[in-house]
């Protein structure tokens, strides 16, 4: 009887394609049977309510399940930054909720919403900032009053503040290990310009240029209601949650009408572009040039000819070039298109190095296919149904209906945008997305992009034309300050003479040419505070190895002027760049290596104010030279040094000294606290310290595994 059921099974199912039993039984291939058209696209539109203040309000009901989720998307974004706090609105989204309100601090705002399974979260973007919150329908009431709070009384606490930019400083700091982050960042910045909004990028002094009043202002100016679109969907009755809203929000005054700003792209050249990166056994090629909007004339031409190009598995890139030639591990692209401004034509690949240049051959073979081979009717067939049967699941519930519905709204486009898109799409010929190819990819107008190891490649870049190379090296903290370095002064230089006496003379500590020290180092973190011995020998101006004990183990690192490796677990790796700089960098600013450079005409030493350390009235002295740039404040009455103060990837680091100390003549502390980002962040206590001692080379060389 299991036959016969299967078998009705399999009738029943086909009945329910629309497939008539003798089709089913008919068919030879899977492309024989015939498949019913597609029905009309047809959503559920969300009521819209627009309140006389000048908020437009989205309403969707779905009772499917007792959730509420809301959406305020609001005019104003990143694109409108100033170029000298790029950063801005990145902080803002985040210290916006993590700051609290007048009424309750972030973390308290934490235990109030995590006490009813409730979400309230706040975001900055290219082109807007926003609120977004869930909660079960009964604790509606309670979630919503604390996103009006947020909207009416945000606090942006200075501590937030800190722990927002350290983490973004964190990011720049990692923003170079990943070669696809590399390229996917610096062909925006080919294709839009470097400079330009959609193309930019925070740097350690953008983000420290932003302040608490940057972030009050940039709320006083653009948070209010004839800013905001509103959206909400769940378990609700749309009138009774009309009413809600209006109490809430519909008194807020009117203020500064936000506009989409005018951002004409300066693309690169067209050319070849190259970012060296040597550890890599791959390459990261892209071709990039303008783009589309979203209104585009051709824009569904765009999109069926993009799934036919570089779309998927069956498109002619993946199917020629990783398949048939074996040269990709991944390709694809197309015409990239955003709503109020072009997106960018980009194609992406990665290929092993020694296949690079041939890749590139490949690419402008496929392109010049698509300019000059005929589109068939299978590829025509196969993209639209690729396009059409995956489309209905970007909006396969009333929440991304809804989401739609706002972006349409905030972009000022036809609410019936998306309904129009399936016949758009079933209505493009052959025809039309040839003529499109050839308008919107123009070999003219690429600029190539290649990251990777060049002494692997197949063959020189140079084919292709004249390469230009980019240097994605980050800026050091404090680097825009450092084109105008502090003049040095009489008075300044006196101020450090006093401090080197302090320590011991300028004699002695010029005479200091290495150190080793054992202290331990106490890590405040997350989970709370571990201690941690520690063994460094130091040999001016670059040579330094330091073993950790760690609850993992013993960790060793080593750095010199010609490299850095770590070691641990028997195993040992390379430093990266960004960690080998840093410290090397903390050789060079040790206030014993910079008391030796009072003499030298490459240092400066500036009066940079005062400061409070503890109850000491100090004096501050900036002092630059060799690429360093550190304030140290010193207690005018002792000449001791009792705070130094520079930037770090983390933020801005404070380090307090005490417990001072005399060895061999030397006068110094045995006892620190450290501060990073506004937040205590450990402390050191030195158990020993020995100048000048007896140092083997072979500690800094690297072990043979």
Known sequence: MRPVKLLSSALAFAVALGVSGSALAQANDWREIKKPALRPFKMQQPARVALPNGMVIYLQEDHELPLINGYIVIRGGSREEVSEKTGLVDVYGEVWRTGGTKAKTGDELDDYLEARAAKVETGGDVDSTGITWNSLKGDFDATFAVVVDLIKSPEFREDKIGIAKSQMNTGIARRNDDPMGIATREATRLGYGKDNPYARIPEYDTVAAVTRDDLVAWHAKYVHPNNMIVGVVGDFDAKTMEQKLRKALGALPKGPQATAPTIEPAPAKPGVYFVKKDDVTQSNIRMVHGGVRKDDPDYYAIQVMNEIFGGGFSARLFSNIRTKKGLAYSVGGGVGSQYDHAGLFTLQMSTKSESTVASVDALYEEIDRLHNEPISDDEMRRAKDSILNSFIFLYDSKQKVLNQQLMLEYFGYPKDFLEKYQAAVEGVTAAQVSAAAKQHIRKADIAILVVGKDADFDAPLSKFGSVTTIDVTIPDPGASKASAPAIGSAEGKALMSQAVAAMGG????????????????????????????????????????????????????????????????????????????????????????????????????????????????????????????????????????????????????????????????????????????????????????????????????????
């Open 506 to 705: 300028a004699a002695k500590v010029g005479a200091i040419k290495s150190y080793r020290m054992i202290s331990v180092l106490t890590v405040k973190g997350p989970m709370g505070e571990m201690a941690l011995d520690t063994d460094e020998t130091t040999i001016f101006p670059d040579r330094q190895r330091q073993t950790v004990k760690t609850p993992m183990g013993e960790m060793v690192m080593v750095v010199t002027a010609d490299g850095g490796f770590m070691t641990m677990g028997g195993k040992s790796q390379d430093l990266p760049d960004s960690q080998k700089k840093g410290m090397l960098d903390s050789i060079r600013d040790t206030p014993l290596l910079l008391g030796s450079k009072i003499d030298d005409p490459a240092y400066t030493f500036a009066i940079a104010g005062e400061a409070m350390v503890g109850d000491v009235a100090t004096k501050a002295l900036e002092i630059s030279g060799d690429g360093i740039r550190v304030k140290w404040c010193i207690d005018p009455k002792t000449g001791d040094l009792l705070r130094t103060i520079k930037s770090s990837p983390q933020g801005e680091q404070w380090i307090d000294y005490s417990d001072f100390r005399d060895v061999d003549g030397i006068r110094m502390p045995f006892k620190g606290a450290v501060r990073t980002a506004e937040q205590d962040s450990g402390r050191f206590e030195i158990k020993s310290f020995e100048l000048n001692p007896k140092i083997d080379d072979a500690i800094f060389a690297k072990p043979q595994e």
